[in-house]
């Protein structure tokens, strides 16, 4: 996200690389009285600031296109709120998400996945009863298991 932060490897997608590295099978240990989201949580925090700082005008060089910077806004929001839920899930915790956000985040979803997503970058949509939550027809629309949510 050179635009974002002036070079590629300081950007969210670096940050969130490393936290993937070090994912729970890794040795290396958190500080006493950090989270496992404490990671992700300090790459939104950055994330938020530098589009606070920088604006949704024009667009970002991903480096493997330009982007709307409103499109990429949508895709983090997105993405943050799918892995808090991947997250939650994996460590045994529920993630309670305000219905107007998941509502808002499941249409930027419709948006942004499309069917050249499926099979590369998400699994088919799992169909869930339209009248579930929106936050389970966001992880279900994802292609995520939502069973027990």
Known sequence: M???????????????DRVHRRGAGSRRRRPPGRDAG????????DTLEAFRARGTEG???MGFAE???????GILNLELLVHAWDLATATGQKLVVSPVLTD????????TI???ARG???????????????????IG?????????
Not at 38 to 45: E, L, S, T, W
Not at 67 to 73: E, F, N, Q
Not at 104 to 111: C, E, K, T
Not at 141 to 149: H, Q
Request: charged residues 20%; neutral net charge; proline residues 6%.
């Open 38 to 45: 404490g990671p992700v949580a300090d790459a939104a925090r």
């Open 120 to 138: 590369t970058a998400f699994a088919a949509e799992v169909l869930v009863d339209e009248s579930a939550a929106s936050l389970e027809r966001l």
């Open 114 to 116: 499309g069917p050249q």
């Open 141 to 149: 629309f994802t292609g995520r298991e939502v069973a027990g949510i």
């Open 67 to 73: 982007l709307p910077a409103t499109l990429v806004a």
């Open 2 to 16: 050179r635009g974002l932060y002036g070079s590629r490897a300081a950007g969210p997608s670096a940050r969130l």
């Open 104 to 111: 808002y985040v499941l249409g930027l979803a419709r948006v």
């Open 59 to 61: 667009s970002l060089d």
